[in-house]
């Protein structure tokens, strides 16, 4: 009997050493545990990306939206308990420097119209929300189009202002150094009128190519947004992040599922 016992002892020491006992390092996120093996999956935060264009009244013109339907939708934003980020709280989440709201959201305008002024920044102010305007500078102070006045006051107020090239052009399009000029130019200009860094990017028409990417790359651009549908999170390539196009001709339930529709 107590040579079973030793030798028994003698097979577990050598076990031991050979699968010696090591502490599971758990993943945040939630876990589920065996008799044998723990197994940790690590939570992603996706946020959506809402991209308005102008907001008015144009019957046939699916890029503007009316004043009514977009009150709708930041009064249903707000009844939910989403939090509109900042432009520089959703890069502080993206690098995992800063813990994400429960139901972050991030909303951008393109072009520069003047009815973001007039129209779309009072109903964000009654709810306090932040946004940021992608600008096409060329625009400016033309007919129906921001003026700088407008641009600073929305600055100040607290809107993130970024560029969107000077013409609005099908970028594919240009050659590489008239591309450069386009995306390099608004950004000076932006830079020289409202101070700070304008190194996010959206494409105009959500166009590009691997020369768009190569010039947002040297000239140190942290982002860029396409229009390609979808949310976004940490795993996607930087200059290349989904929105969520909000058309003036979706019925407001559309809207709330393409708001609500999970990461593929």
């Known amino acids: 009997m107590m040579r079973k016992s030793l030798l028994l002892a003698g097979i577990l020491s050598l076990t031991l050493l050979i699968y010696p006992l090591v502490p599971v390092k758990l993943v945040s996120g939630s876990a589920t545990a065996s008799s044998d093996t723990m197994v940790a999956s690590e939570h992603v935060v996706t946020i959506p990306i809402l991209n308005y264009h102008s907001i008015g009244v144009a019957p046939g013109n699916r890029y503007v ?151 947002l790359r040297e000239a140190g651009f942290r982002y860029a947004f396409t229009t390609q549908e979808g949310r976004v999170d940490s795993s996607l390539p930087p200059l290349e992040l989904p929105r969520i196009v909000v058309y003036g001709d979706d019925y407001f339930r559309t809207w709330k599922k393409k708001l609500l529709r999970p990461a593929s």
């Open 65 to 215: 939206l009316s004043p009514q339907a977009f009150e709708r939708q930041m009064k249903y934003l707000a009844v939910h308990h989403f939090t509109p980020l900042t432009l520089n709280d959703f890069t502080l989440i993206l690098q995992n420097q800063k813990a994400a709201p429960p139901r972050p959201v991030l909303l951008t305008f393109d072009d520069g119209y003047a009815n973001n002024a007039e129209l779309a920044m009072p109903i964000l102010r009654q709810y306090n929300f932040p946004a940021t305007l992608f600008i096409s500078l060329g625009a400016v102070g033309q007919p129906g189009y921001l003026s700088w006045p407008q641009i600073k006051e929305m600055h100040a107020a607290g809107w993130d202002i970024q560029p969107h090239t000077v013409t609005h052009p099908h970028l594919p399009l240009l050659d590489a150094d008239k591309q450069r000029e386009e995306i390099m130019h608004s950004r000076q200009q932006l830079e020289e009128q409202l101070g700070g860094k304008a190194d996010v990017f959206a494409f105009p028409y959500g166009e590009y190519n691997e020369e768009t990417l190569k010039i």
